[in-house]
Nanobody, 127 residues
């Protein structure tokens, strides 16, 4: 069975940092793209970042460029989202999802190509 487990959320003050992890299993990790999405109360789900595991292609939403960094550890089948300089508007439930095998490689309509989703982890940025 395909499993994606996001973790690492929590409560942090504005300007702080968190690192989210997405542990994956049940599929061939190498030929995938892993996306990070978030959803704030009353708002639509937003594609925040993406990484192509096979070619290290990446995508960042304008709202997080320069503050968030996505990376993968293929040996651990895990993708990370390092979030720095957090703002209250970063608050939401963060989900990871996988496109397997990868077609979009984090470009174009990658947000719509995800095949499996994990449960989310709550991130709250507040003083």
């Amino acid at each position: 069975d395909v499993q994606l487990q996001a973790s690492g959320g929590g409560l942090v003050q504005p300007g702080g940092s968190l690192r989210l992890s997405c542990a994956a299993s049940g599929f061939t990790f190498d030929d995938t793209a892993i996306g990070w999405f978030r959803q704030a109360p009353g708002k639509e789900r937003e594609g925040v970042s993406c990484i192509g595991v096979s070619d290290s292609s990446t995508y960042y939403a304008d709202s997080v460029k320069g503050r968030f960094t996505v990376s993968s550890d293929n040996a651990k089948n895990t993708v990370y989202l390092q979030m720095n300089s957090l703002k209250p508007e970063d608050t939401g439930v963060y989900y990871c999802a996988v496109e397997t095998p990868s077609y979009y490689h984090c470009s174009g309509y990658w947000r719509y190509g995800m095949d499996y989703w994990g449960k989310g982890t709550q991130v709250t940025v507040s003083s």
